[in-house]
């Protein structure tokens, strides 16, 4: 069975910090997606990875996908309480299916 | 473009009874996906549509099924409902060619078992 383990689970922070949420996997994936959810919304797509130490930037956030491609990291720069929210990895593995970490909790207190 | 819709937003049924949700996908967009999410487990893939056949399944008893329309709309179907059938079921749809499977998701429907 394919797991994705995200770490850490939860992360409350304050404004204006630095943090960075892994995900891991013994699997290899032909790519990589990061979601963010806000409560009593559907996960929405931030960015997809697909190289070997491919690396992404959306403005503050920092994407990284691993040489080996079974691994990945998300990387915040001063951290806004917009950020707020829950952070999940996917990772596809050609079977149709997406395998999702469990997630981790954001908080950014003012 | 109009986003994923799902329909109803929020549910509660009691145990024993079934349910049907339906989602419409983004126009174009071939490939609908059902997920059910909770605490405690996540987020789990249910099935994978696409041109109105089962392409993927994932490990849910048969009591969950689904189908696809024509028009790429789909549903899916609970029957006798359990208390552990309480979650938000995600509907996503996907274009499949060159997309690298990409997900995009509705807001969910929030389904309450008492």
């Known amino acids: 069975t394919q797991l994705l383990k995200q770490s850490p689970q939860f992360l409350s922070i304050q404004e204006g910090e630095n943090l960075t949420v892994y995900c891991n996997s013994s699997?290899?994936?032909?790519?990589l997606q990061w979601y963010r959810q806000e409560p009593g919304e559907g996960p929405v797509l931030l960015v997809t990875?697909?190289?070997?130490?491919e690396v992404k930037k959306l403005k503050r956030l920092t994407f990284q996908f691993g040489d080996a491609r079974k691994d990945s990291s998300l990387h915040i720069t001063a951290a806004q309480t917009g950020d707020t929210g829950l952070y999940l990895c996917?990772?596809?593995?050609?079977?149709?299916?997406?395998?999702f970490g469990q997630g981790t909790e954001l908080s950014v207190k003012p | 473009k109009a986003g994923v819709t799902q329909t109803p937003r929020y549910l509660i049924k009691t145990r024993g009874q079934q349910v049907t949700l339906s989602c419409s996908p983004i126009?174009?967009?071939?490939?609908v996906s059902w997920y059910q999410q909770t605490p405690g487990q996540g987020l789990q893939f249910l099935f994978e549509?696409?041109?109105?056949?089962?392409?993927n399944k994932g490990n849910f008893p048969g009591r969950f099924s689904g189908r696809q329309f024509s028009n790429s709309r789909s549903e899916m179907n609970v029957s006798t409902l359990e208390l552990g059938d309480s979650a938000l079921y995600l509907c996503?749809?996907?274009?499949?060619?060159?997309?690298?499977?990409?997900?995009?998701f509705g807001p969910g429907t929030r389904l309450t078992v008492l």
């Open positions: 549509y696409f041109s109105e056949t089962q392409r």
């Open positions: 996503a749809s996907s274009l499949v060619q060159g997309s690298n499977n990409e997900q995009f």
């Open positions: 996917a990772g596809d593995n050609q079977g149709g299916k997406l395998i």
């Open positions: 699997s290899v994936f032909s790519s």
């Open positions: 126009s174009g967009h071939r490939s």
């Open positions: 990875v697909v190289t070997g130490g």
